[in-house]
């Protein structure tokens, strides 16, 4: 049995997804090489994924990776198997010089597995509820589309305004354009709908949505738009097409109503610390870092003068003694105010998001 067939037999023992979703994933999404398995005996017991995803992040755009698809056969539960497979992820993502990894738990327990390896729940989102309106009058400036089924031409399309709103998130795990068109096919197979707002006698998107009826609801999985007419619009569109459904709008998050939903870790600490160097060259810091899972990144950053050097002397003498979650935590801004003062230079106040991660 080759690697695509164990990992494939374990899904469907470990997960609940429909037959059509795995053929799916394992079309767009799979790849031996990002996949690793656990083995004993001759038989799979465990595998994950490392899917590559581009992140905006202090001004520029880094390399990351997804853990995806990380399961146990029931049976070989509880003995390690996972948490050795994990930090045979960390070495080889710290070998294709990834910057950050992340992830989704699959329920709320498994945030604390995984903050015994170093991940820190930093992605949040927030949710607005829109109810529907006893009577509601389409706008005359605002024209939407909803087409009824995926065809990657009209998809194609829309990724150039899709991608330049996504940009200007400033710490936002991006989508490039290939994974674009396999969140809108997915979407559409699971019964979804892209509404797209244009402005009248024109050809060019000012507001596009991509929503997904949920039993008792409607999940706004990601809205854009130009003003707040289009905003109205598209919100009419939606109720239009999905009539007497309260619309469940999941956007990033505000500094109240927040709801947590995905967890990061530095995976090369030097490649992300000689940014911030680069980027704040007024910073003089020094700081001894132990990462248990991954012995690369343990030693000593001194920052100065727009450079980060690496020892491994303990007799370099430092500003402050850290661990890998307390360091992801404040390179990505997240609770800054939680955070120990001696790393204050390395702040910046952000709120990382994460979303359309065919979790």
């Given at each position: 049995?080759?690697?695509?067939?164990?990992?494939m037999e374990l899904w469907h023992r470990c997960f609940q997804d429909t037959e059509e979703f795995i053929r799916f994933y394992f079309q767009h999404k799979y790849k031996d090489e990002d996949s690793l398995v656990y083995e004993a005996e001759g038989k799979a017991l465990a595998a994950l994924q490392m899917i590559p995803y581009p992140m905006s992040w202090a001004g520029i755009t880094v390399p990351t990776v997804y853990i995806s698809g990380a399961c146990t056969l029931p049976e070989a539960r509880n003995r390690g198997i996972m948490t050795l497979l994990l930090?045979?992820?960390f070495i080889e993502m710290f070998k294709r010089r990834t910057a950050f990894s992340t992830l989704i738990p699959a329920n709320d327990h498994l945030f604390d597995y995984y903050a015994r390896i170093g991940y820190v729940p930093v992605f949040e989102y927030s949710s607005q509820y829109y109810?529907?309106?006893p009577e509601e009058k389409m706008s005359i400036n605002i024209r939407t589309s909803v087409p009824e089924s995926y065809q990657e031409q009209w998809a194609q399309a829309l990724f150039p305004y899709f991608d330049h709103h996504m940009q200007k998130r400033t710490c936002c795990i991006q989508h490039p354009y290939e994974d674009f068109l396999a969140i809108i096919e997915e979407l559409y197979m699971s019964g979804g709908r892209v509404i797209i707002a244009f402005r009248k006698n024109s050809g060019i998107p000012v507001g596009l949505v991509l929503a997904l009826p949920e039993k008792e609801e409607v999940v706004v999985k990601e809205i854009f738009y130009e003003s707040t007419e289009g905003k109205e619009a598209l919100l009419a569109a939606i109720r239009k097409y999905f009539p007497n459904l309260p619309l469940l709008c999941k956007i990033p998050p505000h500094q109240l109503n927040t709801e947590r939903l995905g967890?990061?870790?530095?995976i090369d600490v030097h490649?992300?610390?000689?940014h911030m160097a680069r980027l704040r060259p007024e910073i003089s810091l020094?700081?001894?870092?132990?990462?248990i899972q991954l012995e690369n990144n343990t030693g000593i950053y001194t920052l100065s003068g727009g450079?980060?050097?690496?020892?491994?002397?303990?007799?370099?003498e430092t500003n402050i003694e850290t661990d890998i979650a307390t360091l992801t935590k404040a390179l990505l801004g997240y609770q800054t105010e939680l955070l120990p003062s001696s790393l204050a230079p390395l702040f910046t106040e952000s709120r990382?998001?994460?979303?359309?991660?065919?979790?």
């Amino acid at each position: 049995m080759d690697k695509e067939q164990q990992v494939m037999e374990l899904w469907h023992r470990c997960f609940q997804d429909t037959e059509e979703f795995i053929r799916f994933y394992f079309q767009h999404k799979y790849k031996d090489e990002d996949s690793l398995v656990y083995e004993a005996e001759g038989k799979a017991l465990a595998a994950l994924q490392m899917i590559p995803y581009p992140m905006s992040w202090a001004g520029i755009t880094v390399p990351t990776v997804y853990i995806s698809g990380a399961c146990t056969l029931p049976e070989a539960r509880n003995r390690g198997i996972m948490t050795l497979l994990l930090q045979a992820a960390f070495i080889e993502m710290f070998k294709r010089r990834t910057a950050f990894s992340t992830l989704i738990p699959a329920n709320d327990h498994l945030f604390d597995y995984y903050a015994r390896i170093g991940y820190v729940p930093v992605f949040e989102y927030s949710s607005q509820y829109y109810f529907p309106a006893p009577e509601e009058k389409m706008s005359i400036n605002i024209r939407t589309s909803v087409p009824e089924s995926y065809q990657e031409q009209w998809a194609q399309a829309l990724f150039p305004y899709f991608d330049h709103h996504m940009q200007k998130r400033t710490c936002c795990i991006q989508h490039p354009y290939e994974d674009f068109l396999a969140i809108i096919e997915e979407l559409y197979m699971s019964g979804g709908r892209v509404i797209i707002a244009f402005r009248k006698n024109s050809g060019i998107p000012v507001g596009l949505v991509l929503a997904l009826p949920e039993k008792e609801e409607v999940v706004v999985k990601e809205i854009f738009y130009e003003s707040t007419e289009g905003k109205e619009a598209l919100l009419a569109a939606i109720r239009k097409y999905f009539p007497n459904l309260p619309l469940l709008c999941k956007i990033p998050p505000h500094q109240l109503n927040t709801e947590r939903l995905g967890m990061a870790r530095i995976i090369d600490v030097h490649q992300v610390l000689e940014h911030m160097a680069r980027l704040r060259p007024e910073i003089s810091l020094s700081i001894h870092l132990n990462d248990i899972q991954l012995e690369n990144n343990t030693g000593i950053y001194t920052l100065s003068g727009g450079q980060c050097l690496l020892s491994t002397k303990t007799s370099v003498e430092t500003n402050i003694e850290t661990d890998i979650a307390t360091l992801t935590k404040a390179l990505l801004g997240y609770q800054t105010e939680l955070l120990p003062s001696s790393l204050a230079p390395l702040f910046t106040e952000s709120r990382p998001y994460m979303n359309l991660m065919l979790e």
